[in-house]
């Protein structure tokens, strides 16, 4: 492995100073399990890493605590923590199911839950180090190539899945972002946190290299239920085929309001909005659920070897939303 | 010495050297050892407490956990399988959780506590998992099992009592290749195992018996050949091809030589070493030019450290010309394409002639003209890894003109030979030695061009050298299974007896020819008129060669299809359907010794009750659609020579055998079978192996051939022993007795092999594409089963690999580039324990007078049958047929639609 220097700032404050002074050579480390990879790999240049595993002080970063309306979670949380602590069982399933689902539990244990929102692609020719527009290059591989595993949704120039389980729950759940950065901070909502390669075609969401995901607020909402479904293509240890957060505020057996977004179908967590228009103020009955598959995937734009994706997100979005809505 | 004096230096000698030829040249002279020292890396100084003992440190901030744990502690029992955290290899406990040490750096565990596979025992108290592992048969090779054990105890440590599905999500992260899972979970969850022999056991043999060596396995105690280290020791690392097919126009080792630790730098240049066992056909370099698949090796450095050898590499400036490249083996014979190798793609008979591969009997105009129904299909097989945990390495050491080897082979003595041969030293200057080793399932059979290459650093150096290759590295450098192409012709009348078989196959050999490339399985069926022609074909991918049942997964999996279907087009159970069609004879020509593959379909029809669960397919589209198949397989079971060497001292046998053990239990079949023959306790057997220095020739552990061919040995070595006793009438007292035998048993005229009946039950979820087992029985016949324990592991195993090539398992090309982009445990999607269903076992023990107590093969047999009855259920199941490889979410919706 190349030379690194391993920095254990005491601060958040004094974290983005050390980010600030070491540009692109310098990388936060949550867990450090990809990071660690891609270093191995040269996909990425860093050589300093800024371990916030080795703050003094933590603050709120590897907490759950409950807020006056809702939760806020810590950037340092871990996956394995989030999937099992109470009060995300309680309110919010289907982040825990998110969490639950990722990876390994050796991967789990130390990956957190900013690492898991703010993942680089696993698109095969990001990570073979093809010179591909993730790398600076300027071309998709995988928009003529072996794309299987591409986008659907919301693709060019680079094709590549946005590879979290989490993001796409935290959106359905209405929770926002506390990023610290040199000038402070900024809240901002998880579904403005993303970032379609044809806005900027070298990053997946608008963190700056110098700014921190810090915290995550999320909501409480009378009523709700949610759920996170996942395809894979093994049962362990691989990204989702394609994925489904949902949401639900229920009155009676009525939806009140429907927030739904597909996982690993688009370079970005992919909301489904007419989906959520079509579902508001009614009975979830099966011509229904059947009518939201349609339509999430209309619009669909499967490259050569990925239109399986469209009849899974059809069939997975389908039955997601019955089996939530059937839910006593 | 000063930096400028030293570069000088250091430049003529790349002059000297490029000019000649190794063996003759030394980039360094005696006295003058390129002995700089890389400057410093970023330290810090940590503490921690490492199974209960606390250690503070200087720790460079690169080191990841597992460097610290197995380099610098000397706590080797963790192993690296990935280094990317995707195969849990390295898995140890971090502050009581499992965490993959691979993927955290040392200084991150500052002020942690952590637990290795050496931390759990309780001085000579094993940990009960420990010795639930020992009794439940959880290691085969072992080199998984540290790992596995860990996140076993953390899944107990926190839930006591876990549930089966509990137990395989905590071991979610713990790939196993000898996928031995069910073990694994049965020990966990206290389960022991049931399987015993259904012959009268004798003393020894026919008994179940944990490994001899179980103990050292699940300890972490078991050296494997990355565990070893050598005084002076360098580390070597290599330069693979980026292109499918290029010229290499220039190489500049400047820089690397000028990096201080930097020891020696090879290229094509300065070594002209060929690696005979490498191509069968060709000559093949260790270093070749041009370079001719993504992952040729192109240079090689030795250096102080891993990371200094790691730098080197990135300063040695290569300039490649593309040449135009061929993936596809089809594609690769059509005129005007670019030959991979001179003369042609088409890869040349033995008697040079280039022509396909031909086997034919009968007259197929008239069978086909006698046919009522035929049916034309055609499957396509893909590139399939072995994916041993092990990657390959080497620990090479010159001592004068004497090299001692540590290497994770499947045959030392093999080893030895190809050493000898390829370095042009007599073969007792090579000593060849493996104690443990991590798998291989045929790509280990032979030296590996790790093997050599290590060598001749070693020698350029004048120190020991170790080449550890990278999981990529062993992915792209280490052949998998051959991908094929099958066109099959099959007729037969109304009644359903078959006329005519024909195929027509292509197998994609790399640009080497390493192996056969055959493609098995006509010679199941009885009819008169077949022709087979197989042509392996060279191409750019990388080098195809001996995986599992070499020739048969893929074929059998062609064959059983096409039978499947023409079953279905006569509308006759494809039970009876086999049933009918058997032959007695291979090739329909050659008597078999025993033939037990009809008691295997019948007895395991009736244990899966297939009359009363097959039906014939409707085409049906439920959501989930439930469907069965059933396929057939068979494997030779050869006799041939071996030698073995009894020493018996003070009521005390040693056996001396120069086997390697690659986790099919040989050690303790070989003991097994040398108290039965001296009816001695298990316990008063030793067994000395895999160093060629103690042991006499063996075949190797390759071609399921060691328990007949070694055991023949030991039961000829052990007549004689006895002999000797007898002859002292008592009067042995402390004398010691050797006995030695080299048997080379033939069976003329006949055939041997093993053979087996595949039953499974499969869901396909017609919605999202998934294809689940459900059921799955194997029934086997092996001859006498020498350790029902053991040998139950080996079918679990093989079926659960077979399992992932049907579904899947497949390294992926871009064709564009030529370039694989799927290298690794993540991409490859290797089975995991969440994948990996139950496999129920029976076998069947005839009498069979030719091998050692009967016994035949275990190892290559189970994965035989496996994809070809999943796609037969697939097809029962949904009316489609799935014709490609691997049968994925894509090639499901695909087939459904």
């Known amino acids: 492995m190349r030379r690194l220097t391993n920095v254990n700032p005491a601060s958040l404050v004094e974290s983005v100073e050390r980010l600030t002074a070491d540009g692109t050579r310098a990388a936060v480390v ?69 969490a639950g689902s990722a990876a390994t539990p050796q991967i789990r244990n130390v990956g957190t839950v900013a690492g898991n929102i703010c993942q680089r692609p696993w698109c095969w020719y990001f990570r073979q180090n093809f010179p591909c527009y993730k790398h600076g290059g300027n071309r998709c591989f995988s928009r003529v190539g072996e794309n299987e595993f591409n986008a659907i949704f919301g693709g060019g120039p680079s094709y590549i899945v946005h590879p979290s389980d989490t993001a796409p729950a935290l959106i359905t759940l209405g929770a926002n972002f506390r990023i610290v950065g040199p000038s402070g901070e900024r809240v901002i909502s998880a579904s403005d946190f993303f970032t379609l ?50 949401a639900l505020e229920m009155d009676g057996n009525v939806v009140s309001r429907a927030s739904i977004v597909l996982g690993g179908v688009a370079p970005i967590p992919w909301p489904l909005k007419a989906v959520e228009e079509l579902l508001a103020g009614q009975r979830i009955t099966e011509s229904l659920a059947a009518e939201a598959g349609r339509l999430a995937v209309d619009g669909a734009q499967p490259l050569s070897k990925n239109g399986y994706k469209v009849t899974l997100t059809e069939n997975l979005v389908r039955n997601t939303l019955q089996s939530l809505a059937n839910e006593v | 010495m000063n930096p400028v004096s030293r570069r000088a230096f250091l430049k003529s000698s790349v002059a000297v050297t490029a000019a000649t030829t190794f063996p003759r040249t030394r980039l360094s002279a005696a006295g003058q050892e390129p002995d700089g020292v890389p400057p410093a890396a970023p330290q810090t100084t940590i503490s921690l407490r490492v199974n209960s003992e606390r250690h503070t440190l200087e720790v460079e901030d690169r080191w990841t956990l597992v460097e610290l744990l197995r380099d610098h502690l000397q706590l080797t029992g963790t192993k690296v399988g990935c280094d990317r955290g995707e195969c849990g290899a390295c898995t140890v406990h971090l502050d009581g959780m499992p965490v993959y040490s691979c993927s955290q750096l040392a200084v991150w565990a500052d002020g942690r506590e952590v637990t290795t596979v050496e931390g759990l025992a309780d001085g000579v108290h094993l940990d009960p998992l420990q010795q639930a592992f020992i009794d ?46 069910n073990r694994y979970v049965a020990a966990v969850m206290s389960r022991p195992p049931q399987q015993a022999s259904r012959l009268d056991p004798l003393a020894t043999v026919g008994v179940s018996h944990p490994r001899i060596d179980a103990r050292e396995r699940v300890t972490g105690l078991a050296q494997y050949t990355g565990d070893v280290a050598v005084p002076d020791m360098l580390y070597a690392r290599v330069i693979r091809s980026p292109h499918p097919h290029a010229r290499i126009t220039r190489i500049d080792t400047t820089h690397a030589l000028e990096m201080p630790g930097v020891h020696v730098v090879l290229t094509r240049q300065q070594c002209d070493v060929t690696w005979s066992s490498g191509d069968s056909h060709n000559p093949r370099y260790l270093f070749n030019n041009p370079v001719r698949f993504v992952g040729d090796p192109v240079a090689a450095v030795a250096a102080i450290d891993r990371h200094t050898a790691e730098a080197a590499l990135k300063v040695i400036d290569v300039d490649y010309e593309p040449l135009d490249f061929v993936l596809d083996h ?61 990657p390959r390495s080497a620990v090479a050491q010159w001592t004068g003109d004497q090299l001692t080897l540590w290497s994770p082979t499947q045959g030392i003595s093999n080893t030895r030979r190809d050493m000898a041969r390829d370095l042009d030293i007599p073969p007792e200057r090579v000593r060849v030695i493996c104690q443990y080793m991590g798998g291989g399932f045929g790509n280990k059979n032979q030296n590996q061009d790790s093997d050599l290459i290590a060598a001749v650093l070693a020698r350029e150096a004048g120190r020991p050298v170790k080449l550890e290759l990278t999981r990529k590295e062993d992915f792209l450098g280490v052949h998998g299974r051959w991908p094929t192409t099958q066109h099959y012709k ?125 039906r014939q397919p409707n085409g049906r589209t ?80 390759s071609g399921s051939r060691t328990t007949t061919h070694t055991g023949h040995a030991i039961i000829q070595a052990a007549e004689d022993l006895k002999r000797q006793i007898a002859a002292l009438n008592g009067a042995l007292g402390d004398r010691p007795l050797i006995a030695q035998a080299t048997p080379e048993p033939t069976i003329e005229g006949m055939a041997r092999y093993a053979s087996a009946a595949h039953f499974v ?69 290797v089975m995991t324990h969440l994948d990996a269903p139950e496999i129920e076992v029976h076998f069947i023990e005839p009498i069979d007078t030719f091998g050692p107590y009967s016994a035949k093969n275990v190892g290559e047999p189970p994965v035989i049958p496996v994809v070809a009855a999943i796609g037969n259920a697939v097809f029962n199941a949904t009316g489609r047929r799935i014709k490609e490889l691997p049968m994925t979410r894509t090639r499901v919706v695909e087939a459904l639609a």
């Not at chain 2, 440590?157 to 899972?181: K, L």
Request: hydrophobic share 35%.
């Open chain 2, 761 to 829: 039950e499969i869901e396909v979820d017609t919605e999202l594409g998934g294809i689940a087992v459900m059921q799955y029985l194997a029934m086997h016949e092996s001859g006498r089963i020498i350790n029902p324990l053991t040998a139950e592991s080996q079918i679990k195993g093989g079926v659960t690999m077979g399992i992932g090539m049907a579904l899947h398992e497949e390294l992926v090309y871009d064709r564009a580039t030529g370039v694989p982009v799927n290298p690794g445990y993540y991409g490859a999607k």
């Open chain 2, 490 to 614: 099959i007729g037969a009348s109304r009644d359903g007896t078959l006329q005519a078989l024909q195929l027509r196959g292509y197998s994609g050999m790399g640009p080497h020819r390493k192996s056969s490339g055959g493609i098995a399985g006509i010679e199941l069926f009885r009819c008169p008129n077949v022709r087979r022609e197989v042509s392996p074909v060279y191409t750019n991918m990388t080098v195809a060669a001996n995986f599992r049942g070499p020739a048969y997964p893929q074929g059998v999996w062609g064959i059983e299809s096409v039978m499947d279907q023409l079953a279905h087009e006569l509308a006759i159970d494809p039970l009876d359907f086999h049933l009918h069609n058997l032959t007695r004879e291979y090739n329909d020509e050659t008597p078999y010794t025993s033939w037990s593959l009809r008691e295997c379909i019948t007895e395991g029809a009736d244990r899966f009750d297939w009359a009363n669960r097959w």
């Open chain 1, 197 to 246: 390669p044809r806005t900027d075609v070298s990053r997946e969401n608008i963190l700056e290299p110098n700014e921190v995901l810090a915290n995550i607020y999320v909501p409480s909402t009378p009523g709700l239920r949610s759920t996170y479904a996942k395809v894979l293509d093994r049962e362990a240890w691989t990204h989702a085929v394609t994925s489904v957060a949902l």
């Open chain 2, 330 to 390: 089809e594609e690769a014979l059509l005129s005007g394409i670019v030959e991979v190798q001179p003369g042609g793609n088409l890869s040349p008979r033995r008697d040079g002639e280039r022509l396909p591969e031909i086997y034919q009997r009968g007259d197929l105009d008239v069978g086909f003209a006698a046919s009522d129904v035929i049916v034309e299909e055609t499957y396509v097989s893909k590139h399939h890894n072995n994916a041993q945990m092990e």
């Open chain 2, 622 to 701: 439920d959501r989930v659609a439930r469907g069965v198949g059933m396929a057939i397989g068979m494997f030779a079971a050869r006799l041939g020579r071996s030698s073995a060497v009894l020493r018996l001292e003070q009521n005390h046998l040693w056996l001396h055998i120069g086997v390697t053990d690659i986790g099919t239990a040989t050690k303790t079949a070989m003991a097994q079978i040398a108290a039965e023959a001296m009816d001695m306790n298990l316990t008063d057997v030793t067994v000395v192996w895999g160093d060629t220095d103690q042991c006499p020739y063996s075949v190797g552990e």
């Open chain 1, 30 to 98: 949550g867990g450090g399990t990809d990071l660690l990879g891609m270093i191995k790999d040269d996909l990425v240049p860093t050589e300093v890493l800024v371990n916030l595993k080795g703050l003094t002080e933590r603050g709120s970063l590897d907490l759950v605590e409950t807020e006056p309306v809702g939760i806020r979670i810590g950037g340092l949380v871990t996956l394995a923590q989030l999937s099992t602590h109470p009060l995300v069982t309680a309110q919010y399933r289907g982040l825990a199911e998110a």
């Open chain 2, 136 to 181: 439940g048969d959880g290691p085969q090779c072992g080199f998984c099992t540290s790992g596995q054990l860990m996140s076993a105890k953390a899944v107990v440590m926190t839930n006591p009592n876990p549930t089966e599905d509990e137990v395989r999500q905590g071991m979610a992260g713990n790939i196993c290749r000898c996928s031995n899972y």
